[in-house]
């Protein structure tokens, strides 16, 4: 059996970082906290521009983050992020089992300070925690082999 189909899709969308309108970034989301300011460009007033280049000199408080679980089982949109103890610091917006990297993956909300590469998160799934690291995207880094 082929992997086809907006599952297949879905997939290999997340596999490579690529955010889905809705899921990952809506109306309510920044370009610069969706990790995106590479495409916004300042060269021209746009709506919203000031507050965007306000945000991009301060700052923002929480970034859209890459991460791989290392206890077993697939996050969810809509999960909840939490630090060890269990409080909700974020939310993931995109997950699944990634055939390609051969991990569970997904993508989320967390704050600036966990947003580093290598830094350990947890996943609420099914009112257990399971433990993640945030890595550097794309999930997919080519013909590894």
């Known amino acids: 059996i082929v992997p086809v189909g907006l599952g297949a899709r879905d997939t290999l969308r997340l596999e490579m970082g690529f955010c889905l309108y ?3 970034i809506n ?3 920044s370009p610069i906290e969706a990790g995106l300011g590479w495409i916004t460009k300042f060269t021209k007033e746009f709506t919203n521009s000031a507050a965007l280049q306000a945000q991009k000199a301060a700052g ?3 970034k859209l983050v890459g991460f791989e679980l290392i206890d077993r089982g697939v996050p969810r949109h809509d999960y909840p992020i939490t630090d060890e103890q269990g409080t909700a610091i974020g939310i993931v917006t995109s997950g699944t089992m990634a055939p390609s990297v051969g991990k569970a993956i997904g993508m989320g909300y967390v704050p600036t300070e966990k947003s580093s590469p290598g830094s350990s998160i947890y ?3 099914r009112g257990k925690l399971l433990q993640a690291v945030v890595v550097t995207l794309p999930f997919w880094k080519g013909n590894q082999g």
Do not use: S
């Open 22 to 24: 809705g899921n990952d």
């Open 27 to 29: 109306d309510h989301t």
């Open 60 to 62: 923002v408080t929480r």
């Open 123 to 125: 996943v609420e799934v």
